[in-house]
Each structure stands twice: as C-alpha cells, then as structure tokens.
C-alpha cells in the first residue's frame, strides 16, 4: 500500500475507530478531520495527500530549527545504533547539563524528565519539600501542562472567574478534587496590587508563585519587569520561591525570557524545544533547592526518578539543538519575528481591521481587538471570536498552504527566512481581507 | 578526547556539578559512583571503560527486545529523517493504535502520552471525570509513578504503616498536601477480606480502585484471580471503575497480566516496553470512558493534548517491537525466564540459604526469607535485607559483570537466551554462597 494512495479523510475514519475523537492529542484535531504528515524538512511539511505548507507552529513551539535539521538526525542516528534507554547513565545527559547550566545565569543544578508536565510537577512538588508549605500560586488562564494543580483556572471565563480583586480556582477538569483547589491561589497576570492583596492573604501557606514570564493562553504578552520585580520581593519577605515555567519562553534569550528581568527566579521548568524535537522535561535552579532531589540525603525527602528521564537520545538531540541555537541564532532568529510582526502590522494596517499583535523573541499572537490586550479577561476569546480565528486559521491553513498555532500564533524556527516571511504576511492580509465584514459586525457588538 | 581516557568516576565528578546528586534519575544511582554506558547491543552493555555487561534490567523492564534491536533502529532512523514532532497527526499513530488494540481484548480506544507517569495521572483523571467521584484506592507499597495521588503510601514502613485493617496515607514526598492523602484510600494487596470493608468505608466517593497486578514494590507476586474477582464485582456493585496500571506487567501474557484473569479492567495504563525503547505511556478502556477525552463533545469534560504525546518517533519504535514480541515470542520468552527461575531455586538449595524467588511471566525478584512473601508487609526490606541485596547485588555487576534491578529483580529481554540465564544463576549460586554467613545470622536476628 503507497501513502499516495491515502487520503486524510481516510486515515481519520481509521484513527476514529482506535484513538478517542480519532485523535491522541485535542492539538491536531481539525474540522471535518486533522491532516497527516509523510514527510518534513526545516520549514516544510507535506501531508499524506502530497500538498506542502509552511510550518509557523514548530509543533506548538517544540521545534527551534524546524523539521529534520542534519546535524540532530545525524546525532540521533549514531545514538540509536549504541542503544536508546539503559539502567545506568550516559555521558549525554552530564554534556547536556553542563550546556544549559553555563548557558544560564539562575541554573545552578539541574534533573531531566520527560515533558513540560512533567517539569511543572517536579518543580511544584520540589517548591513544596523545600518550603514546607502546601499551596501554589499561579496565574488565571495560564497554561503549565496538565498536574491538577498546575492547570487550575487555565480555562476560566466570564461566568466563573469572579471578581477580578480574587479570581476564583476552576477546574479545567471535570472531577478535579476540591483539595487541589483549595490549594491553588489565582492572580491576575501582571496586577501587581490585586496580585499582592491576593498573595498576602495566603502568606503563610505559599510554597511558590509560579509565572510564566510570556504565558501563551494568558495573551503572549511579556510579564513586566515591575511585576517579575515585585512577585520576587514579595516571596523574599514571605520564604516562598519565584518559580519560572519556561517550557516555551526560553526561546525568548540565549538564557530563556529570564534574562530580560533585573531579579532571577529560583527554579525554572523547562521543556519542548530544548529536547532538539524529542520528548524532554527539565528543572534547574538553585542547587540549596534542587539539594531536596539528591539521593545521598540522609532521607529521601524527594525520591524522583523516571525510565525514559535523562535517556540519551533525548539529551544528545537536545544538546545539539541548543549548541546550534547560540547567542548570534537567537538574535538573528528575534529580529526575522520582528520583521514578520512590522510587516503583519502594516497588513493590518492596509487592510484596516480592528486587529493587533503581541509577542516576545521569536513568538507572536494576533488578537481580534484593535488595542493590544493587557490580560488574560481583556485578552479572553469569546465564542464569536473563537469562530473568526478559526475562520483565518482554516483559511491560512487550506488557502494559504500556512500553519499558525490553534490561538492565532506562530513560534519561529531558524529554518525560516525573509521569503517564508513574505509568504506569512501576504496570507494573513488576504485573510484578514476576507474577514473585515463579519470582524466590524463583531466588534460593533463589543 | 577519546572515550576510553574517561572514567566512570571522572564522568561522576563531572556530573556532581551540574545534576542533582550527580543524577538525572536515582535509578542509576550508586556509591560510589555510577557507571556510564558507551554502547549496548542486545544484552551486552559496555561502559566507558570497556567492560562488558550482562544486561537483566533492560532499563527498569522497559527493553523487551534489549537494545539497539535492528529493525526497531532501522524504522527509527527512517522516521528521523521524515520529521519526529508536528502539530498534525501522522499514521505511525494510527497503526500503533490499530496493533495494540487488535491485541487486547479490553481496549476498545486509547490515547497515547509520554510516560508512565503521565499514563497513571490521564487514568486517575478520567476515572474522576467519568464517576464523578473524587478518591482512589491504591495498594500500600505499589509503585505507580510519581503522581501525588498515585505515589501515596509507596514508601510505607513499620512505623507509618498503621494497622493492616486500615493502612495509613502516608507521603512520599514531604510537602505532599493533606488534601492529596484524603483522597487516596490504602488497600493491601491480595487481601480480600479487609480490601472489601475499607472499600465499602468510601463507596459513594471512589471514582476507581487502581491495581496493579504484579506489583515490583510490592514483592513482584501476582494479584490472585479471587482477589481481582472481588474487586470486579466491588466496583460493579458501586459504581467504581477497576483500573489496572500495566506499565511493567503487559508483558507478561501478549494481552497483558489482565489476559490471566476472568474479569477484565475498565481502564489500563501502559508504558516501559510498549514504547520500543523510546519515552511512551497510553492509556487504553472502554469506547465509553474514553469519550470524556473527546474534543468533539459539546464541552471539554478532560481536555488533553501534550507536545510529544504520540510522536511518530516513539509510536514507530512501539509498533515494530510489539509487532515482533508476538504470541510466540511472549511463550518463548517467558518460557526461558521460568527455566531461569528453576536455576535459581536449584542455586538456592545448593547453597542451602533463606531465600525466596517470585515473579511472573519474564519477570521475577529475589527475597531473602525462606518463604514466597505474600504482601508487602511480609515482603518489606529491613535496613538489614536491603544492605544484603545491595552486597548481593553489586557483586553481581562488579565480579559477575551482571546488571540487575536494585530490589533484587530481573526483567527479561527477547534477546537473552540459555547462555546468558546460565551465566546469571552461576553468578548467583557464587554470590549466595558469598552471602550465606550473613544471611543466617540476619534470619537468626528475624
């Protein structure tokens, strides 16, 4: 049987008999049905049925020298033929820390895991044994992966997020105990008198304030350096910790978004890209912290290990990806996002529609409002809107030949240049062309 | 710098400098120092040192086949170059879906994650989703990953464990908070008598009773069919889901430990060897429990998703060796570890020592007490017992160039065969006769 012969259509009917909702992650799902990759190179793939897009979503910010680069397929390759996963180590792992540990700045210490999930857990629970205090604070309407408690309020909207001066805890899943909620504190994104009114009330229970410094669902808008500032005063005088999740935002500097700040946190969760495009989590940070996770303490206050943690086909693709990624490919990949985002501008500008554009490094997000969102309620997609960014996502995607992230997104990776970006830009003009009508009935309502 | 100028050692120092404890996971953790590979092929590892090893972990069970198996490299190392990550889907999935579930007469759907870990939280998730009720119930001692609700009790000893009738919720990681223990209920294991009166305490409030059913940290015996039976008709009874945390033990019949028994779990969590080698986890059931993860329904009840959940990487790798560990070599392979096993008894009885040998399918562990321990409590390793398994256990891999998992167990590897079963019970049988002095003064104290 040739791939040639097969539709997307056909392969969803098939998963739909096996995977729930024909799918293993809510990520790819599409309606009528998700598109299946045959091959990919850098900046291209082509799906199943032979056509080839551009790829703008790096699998959802994963991949930070686009698809197949030689110099990891080559490396991998060579690992694969010495074994993938054993019961003892690998140098891999010790040459990978040693990278990212003089890489950054904040890390001190670090551990592998196998996912940004994963990371956020261990950190958490790390946050936890060193402060021996049992509550979490976290942002309304950011991501961190899916441990209960990391996830709280991730999907809060106008009929359950309360008051603003003391956003309540939601589930994002249905059953989600009420211990988790009760202890997991919410506060607004970059509020830094509501946030502090909130954090004061619980002064005594919180083990740590997590933040993403650039958080994606919040609105991809950086965390001020005023906020970051005071979160980490406020855990100074309150023997909590400032803990970063930067699973997507290390892309933002050679030393992840956390070089931007005056003050550093104490633990940062890593993940996506820095596993070169293999499934990889990490924790780094202050090494009295991380002292928590040795197994030569005199007792096990923080037992952790994992099978595929650490494994050296992970580590040695990650490594490769990071050392590729130096200071000269940070900055040259920031200034062709930057490029992109002045020449989507000005298509918004052309096309006159009430739509603006926020970002960091080597991200961006487009919301369907003319002023720039300050937070995650201003930021907040309604259904109507929902259905006009999947309107242009569909457009982009089925017209356009153009993959964006599902929230009206693009993750850059080293593999695009100028004509990728011309490409982008011309495509989101034409989109947004075809969505001015219904856009200004939109916003007429608002 | 050539590989074999390094030292375990030096490799060591190294990574003292940069990974918690020198360690990414306490797996491969030991004094004093780890040992570090340089290449594996089926059960031979050589470290960087050059010495070659007999390998009867395979990475925690996770190795059915041993290493760098060629047609496991070979579909690999032409799905490297295709791509390993992507916001869409890709067949390799599809297929590996369509295998297992042909495979398994209780999987009806399933869905694809990164780890064990992660396999055990989606299911603990689901079943909260699905019952509508917020506890579990897990057997005292059982390993099921580093989930808060999962890990309860794990570490369990005499002076926490509490009476037998009611075992206490007891941390593992300090800092777990309290809500987590009120919602984790403890059983003992194949105790059906006082399993059922601690169940019936909670029956309006427990979404699912997690078994696993060969549990390792238990003492690696087999749930019986009586004890699985009373838990079947307990849940039918309430409203409860029977859950069975396979990670380890689906190789024990080529459906699954669960393939030994009557009745049949509502939900299985996989992991380990179902990957090829590469990280996975999957969790599997009823069409019916399933659909609470399905993005197509009017509201998100378990929205899921993950960066590297279901890569074609790791879903290509599962399918080609799960493919080859087929009806036959399930047989062959369990029927070689079983002539093992009456090696080893006969080592047993010519050194003449207090030593006991369970296990199932192509695993089993090693107890040093005259009788087959028949829970965990009985089971349990004083200081004492665990010092001699660590003596036993490190002249293994130091005289006898033998690796095996830290509590004593092996967990065989397709690629073993009577050579190397040979050298294991010699080693053994010398490693006895080393240990017997002390071992009859240890059960004189007992």
Same mark, same amino acid.
């Given at each position: 049987?040739?791939?040639?012969?097969?539709?997307? @259509? *056909?392969?969803?009917?098939?998963?739909?008999? &096996?995977?729930?909702?024909?799918?293993?992650?809510?990520?790819?799902?599409?309606?009528?049905?998700?598109?299946? /990759?045959?091959?990919?190179?850098?900046?291209?793939?082509?799906? =199943?049925?032979?056509?080839?897009?551009?790829?703008?979503?790096?699998?959802?910010?994963?991949?930070?020298?686009?698809?197949?680069?030689? *110099? =990891?397929?080559?490396?991998?390759?060579?690992?694969?033929?010495?074994?993938?996963?054993?019961?003892?180590?690998?140098?891999?792992?010790?040459?990978?820390?040693?990278?990212?540990?003089?890489?950054?700045?904040?890390? !001190?210490?670090?551990?592998?895991?196998?996912?940004?999930?994963?990371?956020?857990?261990?950190?958490?629970?790390?946050?936890? #044994?060193?402060?021996?205090?049992?509550?979490?604070?976290?942002? $309304?309407?950011?991501?961190?992966?899916?441990?209960?408690?990391? !996830? #709280?309020?991730?999907?809060?909207?106008? $009929?359950?997020?309360?008051?603003?001066?003391?956003?309540?805890?939601?589930?994002?899943?249905?059953?989600?105990?009420?211990? /988790?909620?009760?202890?997991?504190?919410?506060?607004?994104?970059?509020?830094? $008198?509501?946030?502090?009114? =909130?954090?004061?009330?619980?002064?005594?229970?919180?083990?740590?304030?997590?933040?993403?410094?650039?958080?994606?669902?919040?609105?991809?808008?950086?965390?001020? !350096? @005023?906020?970051?500032?005071?979160?980490?005063?406020?855990?100074?005088?309150?023997?909590?910790?400032?803990?970063?999740?930067? &699973?997507?935002?290390?892309?933002?500097?050679?030393?992840?978004?956390?070089?931007?700040?005056?003050?550093?946190?104490?633990?940062?969760?890593?993940?996506?890209?820095?596993?070169?495009?293999?499934?990889?989590?990490?924790?780094?940070?202050?090494?009295?912290?991380?002292?928590? +996770?040795?197994?030569?303490?005199?007792?096990?206050?923080?037992?952790?290990?994992?099978?595929?943690?650490?494994?050296? /086909? %992970?580590?040695?693709?990650?490594?490769?990806?990071?050392?590729?990624?130096?200071?000269?490919?940070?900055?040259?990949?920031?200034?062709?996002?930057?490029?992109? =985002?002045?020449?989507? !501008?000005?298509?918004?500008?052309?096309?006159?529609?009430?739509? %603006?554009?926020?970002?960091?490094?080597?991200?961006?997000?487009?919301? +369907?409002?003319?002023?720039?969102?300050?937070?995650?309620?201003?930021?907040?997609?309604?259904? @109507?809107?929902?259905?006009?960014?999947?309107?242009?996502?569909?457009?982009?995607?089925?017209?356009?030949?153009?993959?964006?992230?599902?929230?009206?997104?693009?993750?850059? *990776?080293?593999?695009?240049?100028?004509?990728?970006?011309?490409?982008?830009? $011309?495509?989101?003009?034409?989109?947004?062309?075809?969505?001015?009508?219904?856009?200004?009935?939109? &916003?007429?309502?608002?």
């Amino acid at each position: 049987m040739k791939a040639i012969s097969k539709t997307n @259509e *056909a392969v969803y009917e098939r998963a739909c008999n &096996v995977l729930t909702g024909g799918v293993s992650r809510n990520t790819i799902f599409r309606k009528p049905h998700p598109y299946y /990759v045959a091959t990919a190179k850098g900046s291209y793939i082509t799906d =199943i049925e032979g056509v080839e897009r551009i790829d703008f979503a790096n699998n959802m910010a994963s991949l930070i020298h686009g698809h197949s680069h030689p *110099a =990891i397929t080559e490396a991998v390759t060579d690992q694969l033929k010495k074994g993938t996963a054993f019961t003892l180590g690998t140098e891999a792992e010790v040459k990978f820390a040693e990278h990212m540990i003089a890489r950054s700045g904040t890390f !001190e210490r670090m551990r592998f895991v196998n996912s940004g999930t994963e990371a956020v857990m261990t950190m958490l629970k790390t946050s936890r #044994v060193y402060t021996k205090k049992p509550k979490i604070a976290k942002a $309304e309407g950011a991501y961190h992966g899916t441990y209960d408690y990391a !996830e #709280v309020s991730q999907t809060s909207n106008p $009929e359950n997020w309360g008051s603003i001066d003391k956003p309540n805890s939601n589930r994002v899943v249905d059953g989600t105990p009420q211990g /988790v909620l009760d202890d997991v504190i919410i506060y607004p994104f970059n509020d830094i $008198e509501r946030t502090l009114n =909130i954090l004061n009330e619980y002064a005594d229970e919180i083990a740590c304030v997590l933040i993403d410094p650039v958080p994606h669902r919040v609105g991809l808008f950086p965390a001020t !350096e @005023e906020f970051i500032r005071a979160i980490y005063n406020w855990t100074r005088a309150n023997d909590a910790l400032m803990v970063f999740d930067e &699973v997507v935002t290390y892309r933002v500097n050679y030393g992840g978004k956390q070089d931007s700040f005056s003050v550093k946190p104490d633990l940062t969760a890593m993940g996506k890209m820095i596993g070169g495009g293999f499934p990889i989590g990490a924790l780094a940070g202050r090494a009295d912290i991380m002292e928590v +996770l040795d197994p030569r303490g005199r007792i096990l206050r923080h037992p952790h290990s994992g099978t595929f943690s650490a494994n050296p /086909v %992970s580590t040695t693709a990650g490594r490769v990806a990071m050392e590729l990624f130096d200071q000269e490919a940070v900055l040259k990949l920031n200034a062709l996002t930057n490029t992109a =985002i002045h020449q989507i !501008e000005e298509a918004i500008k052309i096309a006159d529609v009430p739509i %603006s554009i926020v970002g960091a490094g080597s991200m961006f997000r487009l919301h +369907l409002q003319k002023n720039k969102p300050k937070s995650y309620r201003e930021a907040y997609q309604t259904k @109507e809107k929902k259905g006009l960014i999947n309107e242009l996502l569909d457009y982009m995607f089925l017209k356009e030949n153009i993959i964006m992230i599902n929230t009206g997104a693009c993750m850059f *990776a080293t593999s695009l240049t100028q004509k990728e970006v011309d490409r982008l830009s $011309e495509g989101l003009l034409n989109g947004f062309k075809l969505l001015k009508p219904k856009l200004h009935r939109l &916003v007429g309502v608002y």
